[in-house]
């Protein structure tokens, strides 16, 4: 983990390597209930889905970071923590109903692979965007997917016409 945050650092290739490790995450997951039977092999596979899962860790905070400046950062950091957080009190419901309902635990390991899996997708999609994405504003906010979604909704009205509002109304 230290020595790939360390290459990511010095090579600023962020968005590859969280590929091949959400990649490496999904394999191990996918693998595991084939090599249930064997001890040692069910421990080199959940070994390489735990080695993709937390490596990345350290890795996907330079995403925020290098896309936004001062408090645009912050309340994207706010929000991916916020959202990253919700996993982490449903699944071990999820968990238990899938072991309850199976018998087994390979559908669990199949949900943990599909959602590295899925990940693995979403940065290749935030890949592209930045690719076409123009060069940062003067506020150095870089167009990105949370971008994307934040100028599909309505600008509010200026602050001038909200208080020349709330004056003709009284």
Known sequence: MFFIAIQV???Q????????LSVLAA?????S????????????VLSIAMFGLMSSLPVFWNLPTAAYNGT???AVIAIVTSLGNVPGFFSPYIVSWIRETT????????LFSATAALATVLLLIYAR?????????????????????????????PRSAL????STDV
């Open 9 to 11: 650092d010095r090579k």
């Open 13 to 20: 290739n962020t968005l590859p390597v969280l590929v091949v």
């Open 27 to 31: 394999a191990g997951w996918a693998l």
């Open 33 to 44: 209930p084939a090599v249930s039977g064997n001890v040692g092999l069910s421990m080199a």
């Open 72 to 74: 645009a950062a912050a």
């Open 103 to 110: 018998q087994s635990m390979a559908a669990a390991m199949y």
């Open 129 to 157: 965007v930045l690719k076409s994405a123009p060069e940062p504003t003067q506020v150095g906010i870089r167009s990105s997917l949370f971008t994307l979604f934040i100028r599909v909704l309505p600008s509010p009205r």
């Open 163 to 166: 208080a020349l509002n709330l």
